[in-house]
Structure formats: C-alpha cells, structure tokens
C-alpha cells in the first residue's frame, strides 16, 4: 500500500457501503487535524476515477467512542484510562500501563475490605491480557471536577 499524505498518520479502518459510500479512519501519535483530513481524502480521491463510478469519501480520525484496533492506538493513548470487554464477557477498566503486539496491561483500582472489615480501602492492582483474548477497548472519557 502507498503512504499516506503524512508520514505521521496511519490507517485505522476502511468501511465501503453498497451505496459507494467510503469511511476511512486515520490516526497519529500527535492528533489528527481537519487539513490532514483533507489531504488524505484529496490523496484518495486522486486515486479512484468518478467517471467509472461516483462515490462518497469521508475521512476522520477513529474518535474517542470507537473502540482501538491498532497497537499504535494503544501506545497513543499510553497512561489513559481504557475500559476492555474480553470475548468472554468480561469487563475491566484501568489505567493503560503497556501494551505491545501480544498483550496489553492495566493498572487497576478496587475497593477491599479494610482492617477488621471496617473501611474500604483501594487496592491496585495488574491486569493483563493478550490482545487474542480481548474484544473491545475503548478510552474513557472522564470529567475532572
């Protein structure tokens, strides 16, 4: 496959629909701007030929409610919380704290039973999973107040 118009940014997805109508998510380490939108599209549309079929191009970044596929998402978002939902069911949020191409780790918080039952107190804790066994994950977006 060819480069994208940045050498930064890579290719997340590609969606085409019966309709011709053509998603593609990029990303970067640094952001994704409007103008690296627009060049990318540019860049795709100089590639494909109207006059053989008419089509629809949208370029984007994946955002922050679609779920990360690529190991380059993961570092990206190093050190931010991610909620993981494994294809067992399971669901764990945590603090991202390593990833690679075989698995991904999470710095988690529980509540536990303090001394002689009476206070909860927070307990971390590691969890780690290969990327073979999870499903989704996705940032979370928190408020702080």
Not at 37 to 47: E, P
Not at 89 to 96: D, E, H
Request: glycine share 6%; net charge neutral.
């Amino acid at each position: 496959m060819e480069e994208l118009p940045h050498r930064d940014l890579f290719l997340v997805d590609v969606k085409a629909s019966p309709g011709n109508r053509i998603v593609v998510y990029v990303d970067s380490m640094k952001g994704v701007s409007i103008d690296d939108c627009m060049a990318v599209s540019r860049y795709i549309g100089s590639k494909l030929d109207r006059e053989v079929e008419d089509f629809e191009l949208e370029v984007s970044s994946p955002g922050l409610d679609n779920p990360l596929k690529l190991l380059q998402q993961y570092l990206k978002n190093m050190g931010r919380v991610l909620e993981v939902i494994t294809f067992d069911g399971a669901k764990t949020t945590g603090k991202l704290i390593m990833a690679n191409e075989e698995a991904i780790r999470l710095e988690v918080e529980t509540l536990a039973e303090g001394d002689r039952g009476r206070n909860k107190v927070k307990v971390t804790r590691t969890w780690e999973k290969s990327m073979k066994e999870i499903k989704t994950a996705k940032v979370v977006i928190s408020i702080n107040k």
